[in-house]
Every structure is written in structure tokens, then in C-alpha cells.
């Protein structure tokens, strides 16, 4: 069985302080992660996936298949970070957490 | 190119009607994916059309059908509408099916509330 776990639902730093929204997965074959965001009055959209190894709005995640992590990181938060993320899994289909708000306070 | 479209935006129907929602894929894209996502929740997997055939399926009771089109649009249709299914339904097109890991581009949603 495929499964994503975001354990906290609300995620609220200060502007300029490090991010770290969580995800673990359960998945017995080679897991492909995702992180999704959600802009206020936008649609989902692809962030990063583990396989390109890229920082994109200078988040960042690293695969741990050892601890089946996906952690997703930002040294400084910017209020324009704001938004619903979620963590997602393709294995025989494509599988989503159920999302963390960060919420960025200047 | 255009974004993924999807029609109506907002949706109100009694239990136990039908319902068909629709999506107009990003140009070039071959798959359509649907999700059901309730208030709170993250977006659940319905099912995966490829090249007009269904190829992915998520746990969702067969009055939960859909259909892909020789365009690559697609509908989802739900039969016997519950309460429980009141929810945002999103599309999602990509390119390969399942197989290939490429980018899924997700529709607006419907917003669909059964009374």
C-alpha cells in the first residue's frame, strides 16, 4: 500500500526563520516523491521531485530511504512562501498527504 | 498552449442524481487524472486515463466512471450522487501514463455540493 504522512497541519514561522515541513511515506517498491503547493486563489502545482535534485524557490528535499522521509526545507522563509504544501508519492498511482499550511509572519 | 480547463467551476445536485464533471487537457498531454479532495484533505486518486483507456484506478466504487476522448479531454461521471461526495474534484493532464515520471498540471477544479 501507498501512503504519505504530513504529520502537522499548520506550520507558522517568522520571516527569515528555517523551514521544515515533514513528510514520511510508506511504499514497498522505489518510491518516486513529489512536493505540490497551493498559492490563495491558485491551483496546484509541482514544487520539486527527489529525482532532479533541484532547489526550486530555494526549497530543497532529500530522499532518506532509510528513515522514508522527504522532508521539505527553506533556510529563510519568505512571506510569499505562504501557502498549502503537499507531499505526494507515485508508485501504480500518484498518492498525496494531506497537506501542511505554512504561514509566513512578517 | 493552454492550461487544463475544467467545467463547471461550482456544482449543486440532489442525492441520488448524476453528475458529469469535464476537463480539457493541457495541449500535447495524453493522460487525464481525476481526484476527489474533501475539506482538510489532500487530493485522492480516482482514476488515470491514457491514450483513451482507463489505467490506474484508486478506491472509488464503480458509480465513479469516466471516459477520455480521441482529444485527450475527459469526464468523470458519478452515479447515485451521496452526501459524502460533495467535494472539490480535480483533473490533472500529463504526458505517458503512469510509467513516465512527468509533471502533472492540475485544472482549477469543481466544485461539486450535494444537498
Known amino acids: 500500500a501507498q501512503r504519505v504522512t504530513q504529520p502537522e497541519k499548520l506550520l507558522s514561522v517568522f520571516k527569515g526563520a528555517p523551514v521544515e515541513l515533514k513528510c514520511n511515506y510508506s511504499y514497498s517498491g522505489s518510491p518516486e516523491l513529489f512536493w505540490y503547493v497551493q498559492y490563495s486563489r491558485q491551483r496546484l502545482q509541482l514544487l520539486l521531485r527527489h ?6 524557490k530555494g526549497f530543497t528535499a532529500d530522499l532518506n530511504k532509510g528513515e522514508t522521509s ?11 512562501d505562504s501557502a498549502m504544501y503537499y507531499c505526494a508519492l507515485k508508485g501504480n498511482k500518484l498518492v498525496f498527504g494531506a497537506g501542511t499550511i505554512l504561514r509566513v509572519k512578517s | 498552449e493552454t492550461g487544463v480547463t475544467q467545467s463547471p467551476t461550482h456544482l449543486i445536485k440532489t442525492r441520488g442524481q448524476q453528475v458529469t464533471l469535464r476537463c480539457s487537457s493541457q495541449s500535447g498531454h495524453n493522460t487525464v487524472s481525476w481526484y476527489q479532495q474533501a475539506l482538510g484533505q489532500g487530493p485522492q486518486f480516482i482514476f488515470q486515463y491514457y491514450r483513451e483507456e482507463e489505467n490506474g484506478r484508486g478506491n472509488f466504487p464503480p458509480r465513479f466512471s469516466g471516459l477520455q ?6 469526464e468523470l461521471n458519478v452515479n447515485a450522487l451521496e452526501l459524502d461526495d460533495s467535494a472539490l474534484y480535480l483533473c490533472a493532464s500529463s504526458w505517458g501514463g ?14 461539486l455540493t450535494v444537498v
Open chain 1, 51 to 56: 529525482i532532479s535534485r533541484e532547489s526550486i
Open chain 2, 98 to 111: 503512469l510509467l513516465v515520471d512527468t509533471e502533472a498540471f492540475f485544472g482549477q477544479g469543481t466544485r
Open chain 2, 69 to 74: 476522448f480521441p482529444n485527450y479531454s475527459s
Open chain 1, 70 to 80: 522527504f522532508h521539505l526545507k527553506k533556510p529563510f522563509a519568505q512571506e510569499e
